[in-house]
């Protein structure tokens, strides 16, 4: 399988996550700025930020897109015509937006700034795509609804120019993306403002009116289940039917995770899309990364209920360190995540390859001394290693099967 004109798009919640998906092989990142963002306040960058972001992505032939697809009030849509026009000259490559009204504004004020269709636009058909594209966009995410057939059957009916794009990875969301009241209704925290508190992952019981004292499980098939959450999204398996279909662009999910969650989703399909990996290596590298429960979504019909889905998180490997520096002699500098000891196998996560096993066989802390672990968060350590090793390369650890 190579799909090498395909674009791999990554998350970038933070400055750490930019760079680790730009080491691992990704051709183009998204992140957030300080407005207007479907995220959390801490997964945006400042416009300082941005722009050194911007820097370093442009530096590895790469492209930046930021985010502005909040739902936005009357007030905000006054100040995105300035916003537009500094996210432009800091190097911004295109802006992803889901308001009708903000994406006109963006327009009016900057049209020399791209603008990508967010898949919280819900565009599900031709004529949507179409619209949008008469409108100036550059790009479509459709939405996560979208069946395999229904995108093959959009060929030859779409806007010349008009690029897609369509996720193939992570956390999905039970609802129309981004459009999901709970939180807002439960919480008083919107969704649709960057605040969701993930209700839908929560796990649920039936209390009945007079015995409030009384929890009842909600079960299915005999197990327990998170009835509200969705297993997490993963297409391994038919990326090259996707880009049959015109996918040109496959986006990972995550701007809230963390680097090494990025690093091992990069890493496994830039390998995968390049040929060098197998599909079934894919989904083992995939597994090593916290994940709920995988399925495809919507895009082999109505996404299929999972009677295994407990709504938890599991993975294979723990990150144990991140790569600093070479010193020389075989040693490496390494700023440990989880801790380990002196006798532990750990793995090698590198761009390009995974899965080389060495043996700790010694520890030295900063003060130069020997230790039997590294057990201080983010404790810098320096540690020998049989293969070589570069700065940017993660180090993760077996779980117990």
Known sequence: MELKNCELLAPAGSMEALKTALYFGADAVY???????????????????????AALTHAAGKKLYVTVNCFAENAEIEAAGGYARRLLA????????????????LRRCCPD????????ANALNYATVNAYAALGAARVVLGREMTLAQIEEMQGSLSPGVELEAFIHGAMCMAYSG???LSSFLNHRSGNRGECTQPCRWNYYLVEEKRQNTLIPVAENGGATAILSSTDLKCTSFLDRLAGAGISSFKIEGRMKSPYYVATAVNAYRQLMDGKMTVAEADAELDCASHRPY???????GAAADPNNDGQYRRTCDFIGAVLEDVGGGEYRVEMRNRFAVGDTLEILSPGSSGLRFRVERIVGEDGAQKTDAALVQEKVTLPCPFRLSPGDLLRKRRPA
């Open 295 to 301: 399925g495809t979504g919507f895009y082999f019909g």
């Open 31 to 53: 992140c957030g700025g300080p407005l207007l963002q479907l995220r959390a306040e801490s997964a945006g960058f400042s416009f300082e930020a941005l722009e050194t972001a």
């Open 113 to 120: 700034l791209p603008i990508h269709v967010s898949t919280q």
């Open 90 to 105: 800091l190097g911004a490559d295109a802006v992803i937006v889901s308001d009708l009204g903000l994406m006109t504004e």
């Open 179 to 181: 459009r999901c009241l």
